[in-house]
């Protein structure tokens, strides 16, 4: 069974840094493109980064210059460094990877379930 799990959230107050990891685990046969999302409360789903296998990169405006995503493909594990935060940056964080399991021929996208981030003004 393919799964997700993200660590590394928490409370922080502003100004300050987290790093959130992702590690995907089970019978893989090949991953794709890595990413994070985030949902603030009351608000929709909203991609954060995305990372490609050759560490290409993508990021939302609101976070350019602050985040840096990050992975380790030996380690099937996606990071993202969290700097300068913001209390709008609130929110739980979700990682996302298309992954090519071994019992499926095809990339489906997996989720994990989500990491609690909160910044204090």
């Known amino acids: 069974q393919v799964r997700l799990v993200e660590s590394g959230g928490g409370l922080v107050q502003a100004g300050g840094s987290l790093r959130l990891s992702c590690a995907a685990s089970?019978?893989?046969?090949?991953?794709?493109?890595m990413g994070w999302y985030r949902q603030p409360p009351g608000k929709q789903r909203e991609l954060v980064a995305a990372?490609?296998?050759?560490?290409?990169?993508n990021y939302a405006d609101s976070v350019k210059g602050r985040f840096t995503i990050s992975r380790d493909n030996a380690k099937n594990t996606v990071y993202l460094q969290m700097n300068s935060l913001k209390p709008e940056d609130t929110a739980v964080y979700y990682c996302?990877?298309?992954?090519?399991?071994?019992?499926?021929?095809?990339?489906?996208?997996?989720w994990g379930q989500g990491t609690q981030v909160t910044v204090s003004s």
């Open positions: 996302n990877a298309d992954i090519w399991a071994v019992t499926m021929p095809k990339f489906i996208d997996y």
């Open positions: 089970g019978s893989i046969f090949s991953i794709n493109v």
């Open positions: 990372i490609t296998r050759i560490s290409s990169t």
